[in-house]
């Protein structure tokens, strides 16, 4: 082993201790499912791994892993969108045998259950808006798409979450439409 690459092994292990937190979070926003999330920040960080002591290390790392979890996510959204109908067919029903993993405290369960209904495109944007901050360009730039598709899911997914809260939240007293209550 060269000199060089055993002191950058520590900056990646710095690296990973300093951002695997919001990696995941990002990861769970993504995916809906911890399970799936922490494969997700595992492979991100594996790809980033093999280009760390290399020539080919991204300049601005974070930037760079969080680009390729959402590409990874999306190849795995299609991945599951040609393997589940096979499984369904089959007599599966694509479920896990132990089930959906609650973890009690992190969110409402309303929005848990909103956010399931979301399209993986819609969820994704919206995880990059609000989780990542991104406006709509960058938010086109992780999803390869263009802005006007980037608009159209955000506004999409939002509306379908309000519908969500509107059938699935109490109203709020002194509200005189039940619309009120959850804007």
């Known amino acids: 082993m060269a000199a060089g690459a055993a002191a ?7 690296f990973v201790v300093a951002h695997q937190g919001a990696l995941l979070r990002l990861a ?14 595992q492979e ?7 280009r760390w002591s290399d020539r080919r290390r991204p300049d601005v790392p974070e930037a760079w892993a969080r680009t390729v979890m959402v590409r990874l996510n999306i190849d795995r959204i ?12 089959a007599g599966d029903r694509g479920e896990r045998a132990d089930g959906p993993v609650r973890h009690a405290g992190e969110a409402e ?27 709509v360009r960058g938010i086109a730039e992780r ?3 263009s802005e006007g ?26 509200a005189t ?3 009120d209550a959850v804007r």
Request: hydrophobic letters at 35%.
């Open 8 to 14: 950058d092994e520590p900056d990646f292990a710095d």
């Open 177 to 179: 439409r039940r619309e």
């Open 78 to 89: 299609r991945r599951l969108r040609r393997e589940l109908p096979a499984l369904v067919g």
């Open 149 to 174: 598709t980037v608009k159209s899911q955000l506004s999409r997914g939002t509306e379908r979450l309000r519908d969500h809260a509107r059938h699935h939240l109490p109203t709020v007293p002194g």
């Open 44 to 50: 991100t960080l594996a790809r980033l791994g093999e």
């Open 143 to 145: 999803m390869g798409c």
């Open 109 to 135: 369960g309303w929005l848990v259950e909103a956010l399931a209904t979301l399209t993986p495109r819609q969820r994704t944007a919206l995880a990059l808006r609000y989780v990542e901050d991104l406006d």
């Open 28 to 41: 769970h926003a993504l995916t809906g499912d911890p399970h799936d999330a922490w494969d997700l920040v």
